[in-house]
Every structure is written in structure tokens, then in C-alpha cells.
């Protein structure tokens, strides 16, 4: 009767307050929207200036084959004066120079050198350019090759294949990812801000003094916010799967399970920073700084932890999201591979024991 | 457990609080015993401990020597057991306000196990003692803070418990409510034989008491029936006036007089205690007339802390004025004409007229929603007025407020401090944002660093000043820019007593040299102080008049010497009948 009380009055707060429906249905409908259709990791359209000293037929043809990518948006330009102002400005993102012998040397055996310049700002834009560009480069001298009748002395013929991803489309890695953020929201951030704000408005002193133990409490928190939170990610994964069109290829049970286990861990966490700070400002921040920006930044979930110096690979094994990551980015475009879905699974479900526990000792009936 | 068991029991208890390097000894060696079927008042001051031995008592801390028995088990060990049989209602009631009214007897319902057979009547009988029928679908945070207060009772009383420890209840409550609640209360000890522990810092409640416990500092200053302590004083009280003296000069010299205890501003006398049983006499005004009046529970208290504390300030002297001000000039400084503010549909402010003149201390009373705080707002120039026209110190709010509130200085209850900066640092920044800088700064930091005797701490964090001080220290800021009007907003509610007369006398200092002064309260026992006192209901001017003509109206037979809040529930009560019919 107890519990049910207590898990009761989480819906009714959780109906009526307008700042916990903001954080679990419109925060995870706003990341959707703006990982699925504003932040791309694919270079599109790149604007890049392209100067010919000499122009020829070659240097043309070679133009109308960058042209012809989607991935540039080329500009010829006169000189290299100007086109190194362009990029000075900002107006382009790279340069592509070809000397006034570019005709001659072309067709020498030493080859013609063809400069490009790369903005490197923008590190991860900079190096898809330089790789697109060499890429087109080889493909322009193929087909010229082919066409005067003559096979290019290439001694190794690269045929890539993508697996999982086979379009390319970063989407395709970025929202299955999200389901890790948004849970992470729901969990851990929303229920420590719940918790601290008990503390703050003289509930808890009220509920303590009852005969309801610190157990009960706990559980009627946990039991609202992980229903909370399996809501939230059944949106994310129906809007992931039907609106984004990202291929679910695992079991959904297996995913569900998955889930399971992450918003126990999450909401460990939540009330572990609960018990330690009992104003809802410093929840929030705390809240923040240990679970959701770790998440974004160290989960995998945009930029691969492989790629991450060692010291920060070791660091993204305390990040409890790393694990449902790999976990739902496996299931989404891989399907069912138990291999990574089993380890990971298991240390989940040691992350959402430490942290339950921790909370378990921690809270006591008393006020210090 | 017979009927002479007491209900609690504290032997020895001690409890002490560590921030950082700092310790606080909230409780020390406290021995106190409750007897059932009783109402018994624990009175101190803010940061006496009277929440941290409710909190014991109801098992949310753990002592740190002695122990406290509640209903013949320790509170400590078997705090589960204690809590299931307690009633406690803690300071701010934890109300779940997104839940309504019928929603949070529900949840506390459940929680406290009442069988849902006896649910019905339960809430039916307690709906109609605090009057809450009405409202039973609104939302717990939509109450007004009486509402609110009641509803609390209410949830921690949805399962009767044969101990009720009520920390402040009546905080915040306007007298209407106050009085509601006292009703509530008495009526519980009563018909349900229920035994209480009530904390306050009104020290007029602890006359309603059966028993007292007097905390101070941590320690039992002293315990038993309320008359005995005012018996302590009898003989030595007296009601004193002086022809072609203001009962606000006359206190000031009673202060300083040899051989008294105490002297107080009560309408158009002064109340005072001498330290010997022979009326007080005066070397500069030979006719002073002292009539011998009854004591009261808080001339008994202020005798007991006077022996327990000497280091009160009782010369006070504000320094020169930074302005010349003519204290006789008596053209208006503050002129309200039709004030009006509307909020949605609602006026909250519905045409309020008056004008205060130089040197005044005025009151602003009302109860809860009755527009105070709104009204005061548009004065201080934080809130525009929808219609009418608002002066303060010749300037048109309406378009030169900023210039206005140049001229005001204002002390919140809460004290608007920096805590983690020091008290030094406080005044510098104050100074600054006033605009002082230079030689003048300097001078008027100095000022405030003497006239509030805070040199000594000017490096201590201004959190960790004990309360007093905090208050001087908050004044000390709003005096910094030398205002010639001060807004207070219940400036000593929580305070002791000793520290609440040494705050008026400052007042009172001020006033005399033209400062004007307004005050909003719950407190009568700030009224008093006022020369006027306007009371506000429905956004409407109720009465408007000096504290003693407002009691003299109250005047019958029933209640032949009426007090403050008599007269202001009086008051009340008839504009509501008025409305209602």
C-alpha cells in the first residue's frame, strides 16, 4: 500500500509538473531532430576553390570530375591570390591548384603534382576532403586512361565494401546513440533533480518521520522513472526506426533488455548523486558534469573511442553508456552479435549493482 | 504506561553540528520532561535548538550524548517504532504542491497505514476543524500560507498520534490564521487528550501553553508554567508616562535610567521592568507617572535573558545624518493616491490611499493576500502600479523610480546577504553599488563598522554570524547610502527578544532624525511599535490609524483592554461579515 502510494504520487508530480514532461518527452524529440537532421559527420558540399594556371582540356576535364561529386560545391578561380583569399574568408574550404605544366606532366612518368590546400580548422572536414579529392583524382585518371585505350599501371586495386553502414550515413550510427543520451537524460539527471527537490521543499523530513522506510522511498522513485524511462526509449527507437528509417537489424527483446539494464545503471546514478547533494542546483551540475556530458563525449556515441588516446580509452571504461552504446549501435546495424552484446550486458548490470548498492548504504532514515 | 509517564524525555542531551572548521552547539546538556495530555511550548529565539530536539526526538538525528525517550522508547534505537505512534509536523511541511489537497491526505494516509474503513470519517472531521472542505481539488501549492499551515496539521494528523511535535507552526501565518490554528490545537488537547510540543518564537504564544521550556543558546534557561516566570517579575512592571514627552523619547531615556530592566513602546506608554519592586523614576522629567500593570509571560523572559546576557548595546547612537534633514518638516514623504495593480483579472491593489509624513514609522498589516506585499513592491519601485499615483521622497514612481530608490534602503526578514563573503566585504559592496566610492565610502563603511559594533568581525563570513548580528549587519547595508526611507519587511520575526529592542531602539534613533520608516508584519508585536499602522484586506485600506485607536475601537465589554492583534482580528472579522452578507 506503501509503495503504491509513493509510486502514485511520482506519476501525478511527474503529470503536473511541466519541467519533468520537458526533460523526458520534448528534450529526447529535440536531440532527435537535431542529430537526425542537423549534425551530420559527412562532408557535403564542401565549397573548394579550383585554380588552373594553364587551363587545357585536361585541367577542364579534371574540374568536371570534382564537380561532378556531391561532396563538393567547386569555384573556378583566375588566381591563386585570389583563391587563397577566398579561403582566408572562409568562402572556400580547400584549394586545388594545378601548374601551368599540368597538360605535359600529366602524361610524363613522373606524373603531374597537383596542389591542395585543406583548411584544418575543422580537423574531421579537413582530412574527408583531402581523402575525397585523392580519391577523385585516381578515378578521373582511370577513366582517362580507359579512354585512350590504355589501362593505368596501378599495381593494387583497392574494391572497398561497407559493411553495417552501407550508405554512409552517419545518422545511421548517430540516433541509435541518442536512445544511450536520452535514457541518460531520464535516468540520472531527471531522478537526481526529483530527489534533491524532496530534500529542498521539506518533503523528505515529512516522509521520513511516516512509517515508510528509506527502501520504500527509493523504490517508488526507481519504479516511476525506469516506466519514465522505457518511455522515453520506446520514442526514440519507434521515431529512430520509423521516422529516420535506421534499420533495426537485432531482436528488439534483446534491445529492450539491453535498455533494461542501462536505466537501472542510470538511475543508480541519479539517486547516488541524490543522496549526495540535497539542493537541486548542485544535483543538476553534478548530474550534468558526471552522467550526461560524459555520455555525449566518451560513450562512443559521436566520436569513436578507438581513436581517443590511451589515457582517455581507459578513462571511457567508467562511463556506463560506453557499454549500451556499443550495445545498440551493434543491435541497429548488425544485428544480434552476442560477442559484444554479452560482455557489455554483463558490465552493465555490475555498473547498475554498484551504484543501487551504493545508494542502498548511503541513505539512511536520518537527516545527516 | 500510566498516565504520569512523561510523553518525552531528554536526559542530558547534547548535539553539535560541524560546518567546515566551525562547531555549532545546537543542543547542550538538555534535560526536559513532557507531561501527557498537555500543550507545552518550547520558546526560544532562531538558533536556539528548538528543531534539532524536535528532530531528535522525532529519531532524524542522532545525539551526541544523553538521550531523548519519547512514549517510553528511545528515539534513537527504535526510531521506527517512535515514528509510527508521532505526530510531527516539521517547519516548512513538506506539502507535495503539484498534489491536491484530497491527494496529499491520500498519500500521507497511505503512508501512515489508516484502514481504508475509517478513511472517510477521518477526512471528513479533520476537513471540517481546519475549514479546508472547500478546497479539497486545489492544488496544495494554489493555498495561501495559512491553507497551507492547516493542511500540514491535517496530513500529520490523518492517523492520530498521541504525541504531536509542531515545529513553528504559526511562521508566516497571519493572525486570523494564528488563531485558527491555536483553536485547532486546543481543541485536539481537548477532546483527544493529545499530548504537544510546540516551538515557537512568539513569545505571546507561549502564554497559550500549559507548560514552557525557555531554550537559549542550546541551554534550558527555564521551565514550567508560564506564570510563574511573569510571577518572577511581579511588582516590577510598570506602564509609564510622561506629559509633553513621546513615548518614543521616553523609552529612549528609560533605556539609559538606572535600575531598569527594560522599557518597550506600548501604544502611548511605556511598558516597563524594574530590577528592584519600586516604580522607575526619571532625574530630567520629575512628573513621570508609573502605574503598576500585570506582567506578562515576555517581561519575565526578557528579565531571565538579561541576567543570562550583558552585553547588550543599550546606547545607541546612530551617528550624524548624512544629509541635514528638518526633522520638522512634516510635508509628506512618501504620497499614495488610487494605487491600483491588477494581476490577470485579479486586483491585488484595488485604490489605496495615504500619505506618511517625515519621521514616521509606519505599519502596513494584513493578512495573507490581502495585497501587503504587492503594495509594498510598488513603493520600493520593484513593481509598477497599474492606476493611481505613487511619490516617494517627491519622485513619481512611475517615471523616476530609479532616482526613488536611490533615496530607500530596505531590509528583507531574509536578510539580502552575501554569506560566503565576509562582513567587511559585505559593507564594500554595498557601498559600491550605491554608488559610494572615495573618501566617502570609507567614511560611511567606518560608520557602519562603529555605530553596529561589527568592527570586531569585519573578517568573519557573514553566513556564520549568529543571527543578531546578521541583522545588524543587514541594516548596517541598508543604511549605508544614509535613506532617507527605510523599508522593512518583518525585520524581527524569529528574533530574541533582547536583539529585537535593540533593533527598534536603532529604529527609533532614526526616525527622530527624520528617517521614515515602513514596516510590513505578522508580527503585532512590531506594530506596536508604529505610530500608525494601516491594515489591508481585499486590496482595500481597512483602517488607518495610531495602534491605540485602533484598540480603544476594539474596546467592549467582553475584552475591556483589547490587544493589537485583538483589535486587528476585530478588524477582519467585520469586513468579512460585511462581504459576506
Known sequence: MRLGALVRKEFLQIVRDPSSIAIAFLMPLFLLALFGYGVSLDAERVPLALVAEAPSTDSAEFFAALGGSPSFAPRTMDSMVAAERALLQGEVDGIVRLRADFARASRDANGAPVQVLVNGIDTNTARLVQGYIEGAWSAWLAARAARDGGALAVPVDIAPRIWFNGELRSRNYLVPGLVAIIMTLIGALLTALVMAREWERGTMEALLVTPTSMSEVLLGKLAAYFVLGTGGMLLSVALAVWWFEVPLRGSFWVLWAAASLFLLAALGMGLTISTLARSQFVAGQVAILATFLPAFLLSGFMFDIGSMPPVVQALTHLVVARYFVAIVQTLFLAGDVWAVILPNAAALAAMAALFLGLTWRKSRKRLE | ?581
Open chain 2, 1 to 581: 504506561m500510566s498516565g504520569d509517564a512523561p510523553v518525552l524525555e531528554a536526559t542530558g542531551l547534547c548535539k553539535s553540528f560541524v560546518f567546515g572548521k566551525r562547531v555549532t552547539v545546537a543542543l547542550d546538556a538538555v534535560d526536559m520532561r513532557l507531561v501527557a495530555g498537555r500543550v507545552t511550548g518550547l520558546i526560544g529565539p532562531d538558533g536556539a535548538g528548538k528543531t534539532t530536539l524536535m528532530r531528535l526526538a522525532a529519531g532524524l538525528l542522532v545525539p551526541d550524548a544523553g538521550e531523548v525517550r519519547v512514549l517510553g522508547r528511545d528515539a534513537t534505537a527504535e526510531s521506527l517504532a517512535v515514528q509510527a505512534e508521532l505526530g510531527y509536523m516539521p517547519q516548512r511541511f513538506g506539502l507535495y504542491e503539484d498534489l491536491t489537497v484530497a491527494e496529499n491526505l491520500e498519500l500521507y494516509a497511505d503512508l501512515q497505514g489508516v484502514p481504508r474503513a475509517t478513511r472517510a470519517a477521518r477526512y471528513a472531521e479533520l476537513m471540517r476543524m481546519t475549514g479546508l472542505a472547500p478546497f479539497t481539488r486545489r492544488l496544495a501549492g494554489r493555498l495561501s500560507g495559512g491553507m497551507k499551515q492547516k493542511l500540514g496539521l491535517a496530513c500529520t494528523l490523518v492517523r492520530p498520534p498521541r504525541l504531536l511535535l509542531l515545529d513553528e507552526p504559526t511562521v508566516g501565518v497571519d493572525p486570523v490564521s494564528r488563531r485558527e490554528l491555536w483553536a485547532i490545537i486546543d481543541h485536539l488537547v481537548a477532546s483527544a487528550g493529545m499530548s504537544m510540543l510546540l516551538a515557537t518564537a512568539y513569545l505571546d504564544e507561549a502564554e497559550r501553553c500549559a507548560d514552557v521550556v525557555l531554550l537559549h543558546e542550546g541551554r534550558v534557561l527555564a521551565r514550567g508554567a508560564p506564570r510563574a516566570l511573569s510571577a518572577a517579575v511581579a511588582g516590577r512592571v510598570w506602564q509609564v508616562s510622561a506629559p509633553g514627552m513621546a513615548p518614543r523619547e521616553l523609552q529612549d531615556a528609560l533605556s539609559r535610567a538606572p535600575g531598569v530592566a527594560d522599557a518597550l513602546v506600548q501604544g502611548e506608554h511605556v511598558r516597563v521592568v524594574t530590577r528592584e519592586a519600586a516604580p522607575p523614576t526619571l532625574a530630567e522629567s520629575p512628573s513621570l507617572r508609573a502605574d503598576p500593570v500585570a506582567p506578562r509571560f515576555e517581561d519575565g523572559f526578557v528579565d531571565l535573558l538579561r541576567q543570562a546576557r550583558s552585553d547588550l548595546a543599550r546606547d545607541i547612537d546612530m551617528g550624524p545624518p548624512r544629509h541635514a534633514v528638518d526633522a520638522d518638516d512634516t510635508r509628506a514623504v512618501i504620497r499614495v493616491r488610487g494605487a491600483r495593480r491588477r494581476f490577470g483579472t485579479f486586483w491585488a491593489v484595488d485604490g489605496v490611499d495615504f500619505s506618511i509624513a517625515r519621521g514616521e514609522i509606519f505599519g502596513l498589516l494584513g493578512a495573507n493576500g490581502a495585497g501587503k506585499t504587492t503594495l509594498f513592491r510598488m513603493l520600493c519601485g520593484l513593481l509598477p502600479a497599474s492606476a493611481g499615483r505613487l511619490e516617494v521622497a517627491g519622485f513619481d514612481l512611475r517615471r523616476a523610480s530609479a532616482v526613488a530608490r536611490a533615496r530607500i534602503g530596505y531590509m528583507s526578514q531574509k536578510f539580502s546577504l552575501y554569506g560566503n563573503l565576509s562582513v567587511a566585504q559585505n559593507l564594500a559592496f554595498f557601498a559600491a553599488a550605491y554608488g559610494l566610492h572615495g573618501a566617502e565610502r570609507a567614511a560611511r563603511i567606518a560608520w557602519a563598522e562603529s555605530t553596529f559594533d561589527l568592527a570586531d568581525s569585519a573578517a568573519q563570513l557573514a553566513g556564520l554570524l549568529p543571527l543578531g548580528y546578521k541583522q545588524r549587519l543587514a541594516m548596517a547595508c541598508a543604511l549605508m547610502h544614509a535613506p532617507e526611507i527605510l523599508f522593512l519587511d518583518e525585520p524581527t520575526s524569529g528574533v530574541d527578544p533582547l536583539a529585537r529592542r535593540e533593533f527598534w531602539l536603532r529604529i527609533n534613533a532614526l526616525a527622530r532624525r527624520g528617517v521614515t520608516v515602513l514596516v510590513t508584519t505578522h508580527f503585532m508585536e512590531e506594530a506596536e511599535y508604529c505610530d500608525r499602522v494601516a491594515i489591508l484586506a481585499a486590496g482595500r485600506l481597512l483602517a488607518l490609524d495610531a495602534p491605540a485607536a485602533l484598540k480603544a475601537r476594539a474596546r467592549n465589554a467582553a475584552l475591556p483592554e483589547p490587544s493589537l492583534e485583538d483589535a486587528f482580528i476585530a478588524l477582519i472579522q467585520a469586513h468579512e461579515q460585511r462581504v459576506a452578507s
